[in-house]
């Protein structure tokens, strides 16, 4: 004898629950994920800041070697193109940093507030190549600062 009753199957595919866990899974590793991914973009720019500015001050001080004198602007001030400008024999960049500001180099010794500053007191430092780091506001002028500007000082 034949038996004819069609067996019962289970459609294949997911229950709700399933699809549920699976998406609760993916946002909490994103969760993880994107803070992490966000944190090595600024420590990527704050590092190529960094050596553009070494190599800012290299040019610097290759082209002090070889003129004798420092390159200066508005009052020992160059910013931006004008610092590009000044060191292209010697380094070629854009004077624009990672956050889109220019480069600044304080070439200006004596008393902050006369390199900008709101201090009258003397910094420790006659020269400074800075990025505004990323509130894109320079604070430090001649003088190490606890702040985000990224900064290389050193004596001229």
């Given at each position: ?22 998406v ?8 993880i ?52 400008a ?71």
């Amino acid at each position: 004898m034949l038996n004819l009753k069609k067996s019962k199957t289970r459609d294949m595919g997911f229950t709700l629950i399933e699809l549920l866990v699976v998406v609760a899974i993916a946002g909490l590793l994103a969760a993880i994920a994107i803070p992490s991914f966000n944190d090595y973009k600024d420590k990527a720019k704050t590092a190529e800041a960094r050596a553009t500015i070494r190599g800012i001050v290299t040019a610097l001080n290759t082209l002090n070697m070889a003129n004798g004198e420092w390159p200066s602007g508005s009052g020992g001030n160059l910013a931006g193109s004008d610092l590009a400008a000044a060191i292209q024999s010697e380094y070629k960049t854009t004077g624009i940093d990672p956050w889109g500001t220019a480069y600044y180099y304080d070439g200006c010794p004596g008393p902050v507030s006369a390199c900008g500053g709101t201090s009258t007191e003397e910094g420790p430092y006659e020269a400074s190549v800075c990025s505004a780091g990323p509130n894109k506001v320079h604070t430090s002028f001649n003088r190490a600062e606890r702040n985000d500007d990224v900064c290389y000082y050193f004596r001229t």
